[in-house]
């Protein structure tokens, strides 16, 4: 997404598109790994189409004024260089909480379980990507699975959880359980007025992505007006404090009737600039609650891909 919002911006100050060179290096064998290979090969296309190189199987040995050595001997030149590297503990920190009993992961992340307590400290909550969490149980397996990937929204979502466990703690109430879902929206900037999406394996592509990821973004942002601030329930008579209403961060009411499987999945896979996103984005959330029209939407789209 840099690189693309680089090559835009930066393109138009030159005038000239093809005298900015933009080279993505990758410490893998390929981007997005973990993601289906309609999704890779879209990214690859954009990418390919934007003019933008990528060389996979790269170690940075050393940095110079204008140059980055590689482990295998090569060299890059360059004018500008941007570090995108992912999410790190700081050691300063990691070094305090272990000093402080503090039960932290060999990675240095601070290990919590699912209500996002502290393994060690009953009395210690974290969140977010500072935190590994343990002991997570695939509701459909019933097996132990991996403490969520380091990303935004899994950030975001346990945000309700935190508060509504501290606020149980401090009244001596039973905590709840946090349970990051398996896959979620996935939306990369083009910097063409496009966007380029993932969810459920389908590659998105078109104007309305971008216009649903401006309206995320921006929805998002609204949260912190001091009118939509977290409220408390009024307090009632006997109670020394009000109990936080988390279910406004997940609220979905339906506002129109649900289109059918084959509609829906003629919508979703469109790039044209004349998609209504709002549409296209109540059939994602459609498709995220109910997984039997999820899969009949899937089946859908399977079906015109063979066609």
């Not at 570090?83 to 503990?89: I, R, S």
């Not at 500072?130 to 990303?151: H, Y």
């Amino acid at each position: 997404e840099l690189a693309m919002g680089m090559k835009a911006r930066f393109g138009q100050l030159l005038c000239n598109d093809s005298l900015l060179q933009v080279t993505i290096l990758d410490s893998g064998s390929e981007l997005l790994p973990y993601e289906s290979p309609a999704c890779r090969k879209a990214l690859r296309d954009v990418l390919y189409e934007k003019n933008i190189h990528v060389r996979h199987n790269c170690r940075v040995l050393s940095m110079e004024q204008d140059v980055i050595q590689l482990e295998d001997g090569s060299a890059i030149p360059y004018t500008h260089c941007i570090w995108a590297t992912g999410a790190a503990p700081h050691s300063t920190l990691v070094n305090q909480f272990q000093s402080a009993g503090l039960s932290v992961h060999e990675k240095g992340w601070i290990e919590v379980g699912p209500t996002l307590q502290s393994k060690s400290h009953e009395n210690v909550f974290a969140a977010g990507d500072c935190v590994t969490i343990q002991g997570l149980v695939d509701p459909n397996t019933g097996k132990e699975k991996a403490s969520p990937t380091k990303a935004g929204v899994y950030a975001v979502r346990t945000g309700p959880i935190l508060i509504e466990n501290i606020s149980r703690f401090l009244s001596n109430q039973d905590l709840i359980d946090y349970t990051p879902q398996d896959d979620f929206l996935q939306l990369l900037m083009c910097g063409d007025g496009t966007a380029l999406g993932f969810r459920f394996g389908l590659p998105l592509r078109g104007k309305w992505v971008w216009q649903l990821k401006n309206a995320i973004d921006c929805m998002f942002m609204d949260l912190f007006q001091v009118k939509n601030l977290l409220k408390l329930d009024e307090v009632k008579e006997g109670e020394v404090e009000g109990k936080y209403d988390t279910s406004q961060y997940d609220e979905y009411i339906r506002k129109d009737e649900r289109l059918s499987p084959q509609d829906a999945a003629h919508l979703i896979i469109r790039t044209d600039d004349d998609v209504d996103y709002q549409q296209a984005w109540e059939v994602l959330r459609d498709m995220m609650y109910d997984q039997e029209y999820k899969n009949d939407v899937l089946s859908c789209i399977e079906g015109i891909a063979n066609s």
